[in-house]
Structure formats: C-alpha cells, structure tokens
C-alpha cells in the first residue's frame, strides 16, 4: 500500500512536467513542410513535376514585419560551442509592422514559414546544430 502512494504521488509531480514537454513551444518552427503541402502550378509544357519528399527546416530568424516586407535583421551577438551556434537578437525599439518568426525550408531557404510574434518580446537566441538531413539545422528558439 505504501509503495502505491510512493507510486501516485510521483505521478501526480510528474504529471504537469509531460504535459508541458507535449505541448508545443511557443516558438518553435516546425521541422519540416511535407511533400503533401507543396505544389507546382504552371510548369513548362510537357514537363511533370515530382515532389520526392518534404523539405527540412535550414534557418529560422525574426524578422521586422509581414514576410512579403522581406525586413531580414542582422543579430546582435554570435555565440560558437560544442558544435553549435548561437545567434541574438535584440528586437527594442518599435515595429510598426510587427515582429516576426520566419522559418526557412530547403538548402537555400527556398520556402517560408512565418508568424507574428507578441510586441513585448525584446531578445531571442536561435541556437543551431546540424540536422541529419542535407542542409537540415535543428533550431531551439528562445525569446524574452
């Protein structure tokens, strides 16, 4: 009996930490856009296209504004270790477009991914190592 409290009352203490390791963290790009969501429209004549497979994230940044805007920011700061680097970027100041989590897709970032961040945020550190796919980072996000 006693060790089944032991049992419940870890449990109960683990439980809040798996719940937060399922949910998604606020900003975080996903890891890849799949095959199934990319077309091709109005190829060449007589061509047929083929999408092989999804393509990986390579880059994430903020960004000043709406993706179309193309406002790209230079980091403030750059961190090498162990195999990985680390890239700040202060976000002070104002925006009047918003700030935004551009994340890129493919060896040279030929797709996008974008949202809109919340106007409080003033610092984010994407730390980058590399993936196990061509040109694939794995990227964790962390803003303040």
């Known amino acids: 009996m006693q060790r089944q409290r032991c049992l419940n009352g870890i449990a109960?203490?683990?439980m809040p930490v798996f719940a937060q390791a399922a949910m998604p963290a606020?900003?975080?790009?996903?890891?890849?856009?799949?095959?199934?969501?990319?077309?091709?429209n109005a190829v060449p004549a007589g061509w047929t296209p083929y999408i092989g497979g999804p393509l990986y994230l390579s880059a994430?940044?903020?960004?000043?504004?709406?993706?179309a805007r193309r406002g790209q920011l230079v980091p403030s700061g750059e961190r090498r270790k162990k195999g990985q680097t680390t890239l700040s970027y202060r976000l002070e100041g104002r925006y009047p477009d918003g700030k935004w989590l551009q994340c890129s897709y493919g060896v040279h970032g030929e797709v996008t991914?974008?949202?809109?961040?919340?106007?409080?945020?003033?610092?984010c550190e994407?730390?980058?190592?590399k993936g196990r796919k061509a040109g694939q980072n794995e990227i964790d996000i962390d803003c303040s």
């Open 12 to 14: 109960c203490c683990l």
């Open 126 to 129: 994407f730390t980058y190592r």
């Open 26 to 40: 606020a900003h975080a790009c996903p890891d890849s856009v799949p095959e199934a969501s990319i077309s091709l």
């Open 60 to 67: 994430a940044a903020p960004i000043d504004g709406a993706p």
């Open 113 to 123: 991914l974008s949202r809109r961040m919340d106007d409080s945020i003033s610092l």
